[in-house]
Structures are given as structure tokens and as C-alpha cells.
């Protein structure tokens, strides 16, 4: 009997003790967005978000050409690593325990690994030391690399979750491999397909190292994608290390618009997957 | 029951799509309607207590920010309602809801006449700022009225068409730097853009060597070592402007200008000297009631020219840290320290660690209200951080100057010169390959440093001037930039 109760109040315990480390983490995100809002919101309005970043003493100024650069760079990286990464965990899911497999998946854990740091520096010795030019362009490319690996190996979980009794089914109706893959498979995943790519799109929009290194900074407009770029963090980076308050209360508003954008997108995301599924 | 389930989704998908556009739309309609006009003059914003409003397509401004900008005197007569200007023997009047006003008695029809407006009377900008001989433009994208106080005289065409340079380094001159490019980007017609990127010294330096920078900002002259690597006087130094590297301190009771020696200074960096209340720092501070506190010394944690210029000084004044420690853009620190990134990591930590010193360049220190050392000259005087002591630290050393102007200003021996100051440079090729850059570079350079029109924003920012001896050298080392051997300054 009393082991009965022991085990019961140890279970309570335990169950307690997950909801508050669930409550913790729940807290710091809180926390985090509370201090970005609180110390942001004053810097952000519409010239804030549409003008150039003025010099010092200089009233006013935005983040509008850091803005478009981060939007252009991060869309223009997404646009070069979703087929990449999808391709390859089609590839991973079709043959699971090919040798090659194996490799990509090895590759792709270490690739996660690889500081962000370390792959902007690849691209600057590859690219901008090579052509001589700092370019949004490089910089699309180096986030590119980076979430290549995120995307393959969530992707990769995402479709092994579609189970196999669909495929088997699928097969015997007599659909192709191509059919079963493009018209079964894909749409089954989309959802987690979806959630992986978002968490590869947040974690490149707040990149700084590879975007420095690749894409520079610049403090207007950005013509064509051969020309150094500004962009969200390194703005952020270069007024939160200044000594001028204007330029910290910009680099806290540019935080506040950085983090909001990636809610909004992940926020749109989940909702569109929620409609999705609803229809299926 | 299916076709009920997929009406109802269809139903949710408009409605979250209906709630985004609706999200969207305030915003919208509010960019249209109340955007917010701000003025430039010159290139530097103006601001006043009331904003500028469009009427009927014209804008309107608060007339007292408009006269005073433009340097006109500005008469106000109740009675008939009517404002008036001077300005160089030019009289314009205004009567408020009238649509005709007077430029020297001359009648000139207004499209939207002056009008009072919450307590301000407002006027038409054109019209006033072009009757006042200035230039007015309108860039409707930005909202922003650029008034340029004398036009077509001052514009620059070094080059046949739009240029964009690719520059970084040093984030000492940073602040000024972004004015400099801002106005060179205003007066150059096709337009130069300046990139320049707040990168550090050293990797300035690295950017010129690898050329990935047109040209390269620089706290820290090139060593030996690095000149090695490029031709013999291939990389050229120019300098730009001067600056002081302040003492700051954080000890409970103790205000601005407490007084250091050379040798206190660096025994404290060297850990030899760990408390406030130490004999050698009383006996220099007759009066100050020094607390028994740790002094806890914060540094530079990357790599800084600030860091050189500081260490730069204490190998001059002491003769075991230029044994132990020496001096570079980062040095292996004695004693025990704190690392802080950058001249607002290290102004912060200060401010915030009861007992710390530190340094960091002036502006900074100024800005953050930081108090400030009074250090021991070579002449024997103590000397606050300002502008002028940074100036009269160079000019006791022009003389001395080196022909490659590679040089230190530390420890100048004029009686009023503060003993930690620097030069900051750029740094670009002699024999350049693309003409059209080189045109940019050596234009901008020359409108800069050598038609001083960089000194109102230094000014600003707490760097000095440099001395006409300098900007004389300067002047030499331009026109020796040339491309396949043709000189780009005549």
C-alpha cells in the first residue's frame, strides 16, 4: 500500500517538476520578447521602418535599406536551399541505408554543427576574396549553406513520420514511385516540411558573422545584388556597440522588427498548416 | 459530414486571410496620410516644435525654423499680419491667407498662402527658401525637403557615372565617417556611395591587403611587417583627423579630473597599484578623498585601435610595459582585468563596476557621462581630454612627422597637449587600377581633408582638426596617386 502512495506522490512530484521546467522555458521567451518590446516599441514608426539610417547627430533615420536586405538575402538563400534540402531528404527517405545516405546524413549533422561563423568565413575566401566584391548575392549564399542542413535533416525526419502502410497502399494501386513521392508523400509532410523550413528562415534572418563577412553593410539602398547589403543584425550589432543613445534605442527598435517578423512568419505558417490540415 | 468539414475550412482560410489584409491596411492608410515631413538643411536635420504640413501639394513649414535656417531676419507685424524677411539686402513679405506676396516689392502669385496654424504661423517652404537663394527638392519617397543653402557651386562631378566604393575598418571614426559619406553622396552628381563598414582596424588592414576594400580606415599604422607585404610605398597613409583616448574611473565620491601620472597609470594596467587609496595616487591628489576600493581595470576585449593608441602611450612613458606588454591593437594583458567589446562595452562596464578605470576615446566618454582623468604632460602639466589639448598634442609633433606619415602622437611635449592621442588614416593603393575608383577616392580624400570640409562634423564629434602642416602632407601624398603611372589630382 505505502509503495503504491510512494509511487503516486513521486509521480506527482516528477509531473510538477516538468511543469515548471515547461513554465521556465515558457518564461524566458516572455521575458526576452517583454524587454525587446518594452525597449523598441518607442523607436518604431512608419519613416523607421521606410528611410536610411542618417550619421550621427543626425535626428530620425531607419532601417528601411536594412530591412529589404535582410528580406532579399534571407528570401533569396531560402530560394536556393528549400529545393536542396527537400531534393536531398526525398533522396534520404528513398533509400535510408544507401552508403551514400549515410554520408549526407553524417555531412549534414556536422554542417549543423559548423559555427555560423566558420561557414561565412567558406564563402568570403570562396566568393568574395575570389571576385573581389562584398555582395548581397554572397551573402544569400552563405545563409543558403546554413540552412541547407536544417532544412535536409527535418525534412528527413518529417517524411519517415508519413507512414509506410500509405506508400505500400499507394504502390498497390499502382501509382509510380514519382506519383506516391510528389502527390502522397510530400503533401502528407507538408506540415512538418513547413515547420523545419521556418525554423531554418528564423535562424538565418538573425545571422550576423556570415552576413558581415559576406555581404558587408552598407548604409544605403541596396541597386543590384553585386553590391554590399545592409542588413537587420548587423545593423543591430554596429548601433548596440555605439556610444550614441539614438543609435541603441534604433538597434532595440530594429530587434523589436527582427523578432516580430519571425513570429508573424512562423505564427502565419502554423496557421496555414492548421487550415491545411483541416481540409485533408 | 465531409462537405460540411471542407466549407468550414474554406470558411477559416478567408477569415485568417481577411484578418492579415485587415492587419496590413492601418498601416497602409496611415503612410498616406500622416506621414511625418522632416526638413534637411544641408545634408542635417532640422526639427522644430511644429511639423511641416502639405497643403493643396505645397508645404508648408513653421516660418521661424525656415528664416532662421536660411540666416534671414524675420519681422512679425501683428497689425497688418504680415511676415517678413531680410536677408542680404533681399526683403520678401507674407500676409497671412493672402495669395500674393512680395519679393522687393515685386508681386509674386503663391499657390497656397501663409496661414496660422495650433498658435504657429506656417509659410510656404518653396517660395521662401527659393526667394532666400536657397535650393529646395522634394523627395517625395522619404518625405524629407532637402534645402541646400548654395547649389549648382557646390556640386562635385568626379566621375561619369554613379560609383559605389566598398570601404571599412577602423570604427574610431566611424561616426564621423557616416556624415562624410552621407554629404559626399548629397554634393557628387553622378552620385559616389561610400560603403563603409565598422569593421576594426585589423580587419580594415586585412581588407586592403586581400583588396576586398577600396579603401581602409585605420587607428594602428601598418607594421613593418604588413608594409612587407605590398610594394615599397604602395599603400599610402592618409590621415584624416585626431583624436584623444580619455581615462575614465568609476570611484564612489571622487567627480571629474582626478589627476594621474604616467607611471601611476601604468602601474595600475601593470596590477602594481590595486587600490584607490594607494600613497601614489593620494600624494598626486592633494584634497580627494580617496576611498580604501579595488581598482578593477577593464580593457578592450577585441581588437581595437584604441587599444593601440592607449598601449602606444604606455610603451612611451614606461619602460617595463613596453618590456612585458609592448603595443598593438590587442596586447596579453598583465594583472587581472576585465574584457569589454568595443568603446561602449567598456564605457559600460565602467559606469557600472564600483572602483573601475578604463579607456575609451573621448566622444564616448563624453557621451556617457563618464569622469574623466587629468593626465601628467611631458611638460609636467596635468591635462584634461578635450579637443584643443588633442590639438595642441599635434602640433608639436608635425615637425617630427616621417615622410610615409606612419606616426605616433603619444606623449607630445607642447605644454597644453594631452599626452594620449592618436591619428586615424586611410589607407589606399598609390597605383590604383580602376580609374573611375581612383577618381572617387582621390576626390573624396581632397574634399574631405584637403578642403577641410570634414572639420564641422568633427568638430561635433570631439576629433580635432588636423594641423596645416599636415593637411599640406596630405595634399603631397594625393597627387602622387595615380593610375598607369597618369597623376588622377592636377
Partial sequence: MASKKLRKTTGYLLEFACLLAALLVMLALCLILYYIFRRGIAAVNIPFLTSLPTPVGEPGGGIGNALIGSAIMVGLGSLLAIPFGISAAIYLDQNPKSKLATATRFANRVLTGVPSLIIGLFVFTVLVLRTGNYSALAGSIALAVMMIPIITLSAEEMLRLVPNSLREAS??????????????????????????????VALAAGQTAPVLLTALTSR?????????SASLPVLIYTYASSPFPDWQEQAWGAALVLVTTILILNVTAQLFIVARNRRL | MMNKKTTFSRIFTVLISLAILV?????????????????????????????????????????????????????WDSPTRT???????RVINLVIGSRTATIDGRSVALEQPAQISRG?????????????????????????????STDASRRRTPVDRALRLTTGGASFPFPLYTRLVTEYRRITEPAVTIDYASVGSGAGIRGILARTFDFAGTDAP????????????????????MGAVAVTYNVSGVGNGLRLTPDVLADIYLGVIVKWNDTRITAINPGVQLPDQRITVVRRSDSSGTTFIFTDYLSEVSERWQREVGKATSVRWPGTTVGAHGNAGVAAQVSQLPGAIGYVELSTAIASKLNMAQLRNRAGHFIAPTVDATSTAAAGLVQEMPKDMRTSLVNSPGAGAYPIVGLTWILVYRDQTDLAKARAIVDFLRWAVVERN??????????????????????????TINHNGQAILR
Fill in chain 1, 220 to 228: 544605403f539602398w541596396l541597386e543590384n545584388l553585386n553590391q554590399s
Fill in chain 2, 120 to 148: 504657429r504661423t506656417l509659410v510656404p517652404l518653396r517660395f521662401v527658401g527659393e526667394a532666400l537663394g536657397a535650393r529646395v527638392e522634394w523627395d517625395s519617397a522619404r518625405a524629407i525637403v532637402h534645402i541646400s
Fill in chain 2, 23 to 75: 492587419s496590413l491596411l492601418p498601416t497602409a492608410v496611415f503612410a498616406q496620410t500622416r506621414r511625418p515631413i522632416s526638413i534637411e538643411f544641408d545634408g542635417r536635420g532640422v526639427t522644430g516644435d511644429v511639423s511641416p504640413i502639405i497643403v493643396g501639394g505645397r508645404t508648408l513649414v513653421p516660418m521661424r525654423i525656415i528664416f532662421e535656417t536660411l540666416g534671414a531676419d524675420l519681422n
Fill in chain 2, 222 to 241: 601598418l607594421t613593418d611587417e604588413q608594409m612587407a607585404q605590398v610594394a615599397p610605398n604602395q599603400l599610402l597613409h592618409i590621415p584624416t583627423v
Fill in chain 2, 83 to 89: 511676415v517678413s524677411g531680410h536677408k542680404a539686402g
Fill in chain 1, 171 to 200: 504502390l498497390a494501386l499502382g501509382a509510380s514511385k514519382k506519383q506516391t513521392v510528389l502527390m502522397l508523400i510530400l503533401p502528407a509532410a507538408t506540415g512538418g516540411l513547413v515547420v523545419g523550413i521556418m525554423l531554418a
Fill in chain 2, 454 to 479: 570634414l572639420e564641422p562634423f568633427a568638430a561635433d564629434l570631439f576629433y580635432a582638426p588636423l594641423p596645416e602642416g599636415v593637411i599640406t602632407r596630405v595634399r603631397q601624398q594625393l597627387q
